[in-house]
């Protein structure tokens, strides 16, 4: 069972910068695709971005494409995101999501798709 732990979260102004890491426990990080969700207060937890166990495919939802950058370091058992031009409604608590993958190029984008959950960071964006 792997297990996420997540970082880099804070408080910026609108328009700043931030990079969220999830450090993974195991060494087989790389058979799991994995994925990025924030729940803002009083909403459901959504999809933000994901990427394939090889990291050859990475998918955004609309609201974060352009501004927002999945990666992943296999060898560090690490995946980042990298968010710029953050806006107020970006503030949410952002968690990072793993499941095995049997396709190099395969990713996923729902909430019931991934099995192991890291228990997140805040991102508050002030305006």
């Known amino acids: 069972q792997v297990q996420l732990v997540e970082s880099g979260g804070g408080l910026v102004q609108a328009g700043g910068s931030l990079r969220l890491s999830c450090a993974a426990s195991e060494r087989t990080f790389g058979k799991y695709a994995m994925g990025w969700f924030r729940q803002a207060a009083g909403k459901e937890r959504a999809f933000v971005a994901a990427i394939s166990k090889s990291g050859s495919t990475t998918y955004y939802t609309d609201s974060v494409k352009g501004r927002f950058t999945i990666s992943r370091d296999n060898a560090k058992n690490t995946m980042f995101l990298q968010m710029n031009s953050l806006k107020p409604e970006d503030t949410a608590v952002y968690h990072c999501?793993?499941?095995?993958?049997?396709?190099?190029?395969?990713?996923?984008?729902?909430?019931?798709?991934?099995?192991?959950w890291g228990q997140g960071t805040q991102v508050t964006v002030s305006s």
């Open positions: 999501a793993a499941t095995s993958a049997m396709w190099s190029s395969s990713y996923y984008t729902g909430v019931p798709d991934y099995a192991y």
